[in-house]
């Protein structure tokens, strides 16, 4: 069974600060991983994704994550926190052919100033 | 282009009357998904469609919801009758096939059933 998990609820972190949003996996097969933000009363909005290649991928609002196949992990990162970037992040994992993605319970950020 | 579009934003009905979410896909995306997000349960695929046909529907709850999508610009989920555990924000969202996979969501519908 394929499954995603983010162990921590919530992180917080001061403005300015690195953050880190931690996400593993378990699929059987090669995964292609996501990370998605959600706003409050917003839809989830699409930050990056890992399909192939280079193990560090970059994406908007100068967000990274970095894939590891031996931990089966996939961190969110941001070299400098925003109070902006507060919000609900959610990893997620699909197989083979993307019409079916496993989503992560979702780790809410805060930034404060 | 205008995103995915979600009506209504916001329903609050009583337990028993039927509910009927709606969604407009991206203008050629071919595939169109629905999820609900609730606290407890997270962010769960209820269905979806490829090519305006439903492809995987073991989501669905039970036999109170059903999806259809008429053509490739509209979809409905529909709850009948509603529940008070219904009571959830419903995503729509939608995807091009050929890509590697982005999902578009539009902003969700509130349902609260009293």
């Known amino acids: 069974a394929q499954s995603v998990a983010q162990p921590e609820d919530q992180v917080n972190v001061a403005e300015g600060n690195p953050l880190t949003v931690k996400c593993t996996y378990s699929?059987?097969?090669?995964?292609?991983l996501f990370w998605y933000v959600q706003y409050p009363n917003r839809g989830l909005q699409f930050l990056l994704k890992?399909?192939?290649?280079?193990?560090l991928v970059k994406g908007s609002y100068g967000f990274e994550a970095e894939f590891n196949k031996s931990q089966t992990s996939f961190h969110l990162k941001k070299p400098s926190a925003l109070v902006s970037d507060s919000a609900l992040y959610f990893c997620?994992?699909?197989?083979?052919?993307?019409?079916?993605?496993?989503f992560g319970s979702g780790t809410k950020l805060n930034v404060k100033p | 282009d205008a995103g995915v579009i979600q009506s209504p934003r916001h329903e609050v009905t009583e337990m028993g009357q039927e509910v009927t979410l709606r969604c407009k896909p991206i203008?050629?995306?071919?595939?169109l998904f629905w999820y609900r997000q609730t606290m407890m349960r997270g962010l769960e695929l209820l269905i979806y469609?490829?090519?305006?046909?439903?492809?995987?529907d073991s989501g669905m709850p039970e036999d109170r919801f059903s999806a259809k999508m008429p053509n490739a610009s509209f979809s409905t989920l529909k709850i009948q009758p509603s529940e008070p555990r219904d009571s959830a924000v419903y995503f729509c969202?939608?995807?091009?096939?050929?890509?590697?996979?982005?999902?578009?969501f539009g902003e969700g519908s509130r349902l609260t059933v009293l």
């Open positions: 997620a994992v699909s197989v083979y052919n993307f019409n079916k993605f496993y």
């Open positions: 469609f490829n090519n305006n046909v439903p492809i995987d």
């Open positions: 699929v059987s097969g090669n995964p292609y």
């Open positions: 969202a939608s995807s091009f096939g050929r890509s590697t996979g982005e999902l578009f």
């Open positions: 203008s050629g995306h071919d595939y």
């Open positions: 890992y399909i192939t290649g280079d193990n």
